[in-house]
């Protein structure tokens, strides 16, 4: 099946509203298979918090934590890992 949609015609808020739909349909399906490795390092971290292990912090300090690595990676000419 090919769609063919007028991107370059469509607003911003058309566009978001075409991908919300598209996501929420794959969701109601179970279309999004989970690769294997994500389940593993989800019941990793679910290991942790039922051990009493795993550490929360808050959303603010977790942006400014990714700003400053990302910022010191740049600097090093390296990308993300």
Do not use: Y
Not at 18 to 46: F, Y
Not at 49 to 76: C, H, N, P, V, Y
Request: some cysteine.
């Amino acid at each position: 099946m090919s769609v063919n949609l007028q991107l370059d015609q469509m607003s911003i808020e058309e566009k978001l509203q075409a991908m919300e739909a598209l996501w929420n349909d794959l969701c109601e399906h179970g279309a999004v298979p989970i690769p294997q490795w994500h389940k593993d390092i989800l019941d990793q971290r679910q290991r942790m918090i039922d051990e009493g292990k795993a550490e929360f912090i808050d959303w603010e300090t977790a942006k400014k934590q990714i700003k400053e690595q990302m910022s010191e990676e740049r600097r090093l000419g390296r990308t993300l890992k």
